[in-house]
């Protein structure tokens, strides 16, 4: 599907002027319907990953986006309703706490991420090993440290494209 200034009109009406020069071109048989707001594309990845790294590659080599970073409460309640709309259970998202246990940061950018919505006990640091984050889908939402590397675990990955 090629992801144009139309679609945008549709998705959110306010970034129809400023969206117009804007084309993103993202394959329908790789992520889902992607959503719109605030002068960000989102998209979540059809596709599963063995590490994180993995994904921040995909994100960028599909889109030309990067793995989605919580800034504020408002646009994790927005990808969190997105995570949940699919049947996903685990997707990942920007943040790890590799320097500091329980303290995040974006690994693009290196900014704080403030977690507004763990999910109940988390994060845990299960097995001491979860430096990663996640948003659990499939009607779940909520976020959840998880493991950045680890083949047994199937993680997809929720992008986030700056749209100018
Ligand atoms: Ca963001
Ligand atoms: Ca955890």
Redesign the pocket.
């Known amino acids: 599907m090629s992801v144009s200034a139309f679609t945008f009109l549709v998705l959110s009406a306010i970034n129809v002027i400023w969206a117009i020069d804007i084309k993103v071109s993202l394959d329908n048989t790789k992520v889902y319907t992607p959503i719109a707001s605030k002068n ?1 594309l989102y998209y979540i990845s059809k596709s599963n990953f063995v590490s994180y790294t993995q994904a921040s590659t995909w994100c960028s080599q599909n889109g030309g986006g990067y793995p ?4 504020t409460a408002e ?1 994790l309640g927005l990808i969190e309703q997105y995570a949940s709309s699919t049947n996903l259970d685990r997707i990942f998202i920007a943040g790890t706490d590799a320097k500091k246990d329980g303290v995040f940061f974006s690994q693009r950018t290196g900014a704080f991420i403030h977690i507004y919505n763990w999910a109940n006990g988390e994060p845990n640091n299960d097995g001491g090993v979860e430096d990663c984050l996640e948003l659990y889908g499939n009607g779940q939402g909520r976020v959840n440290d998880t493991p950045c590397n680890r083949a047994s675990i199937s993680h997809y990955v929720l992008c ?1 494209l700056d749209l100018f």
Request: zero cysteines.
């Open positions: 960000k989605a970073e919580i800034d646009e986030e």
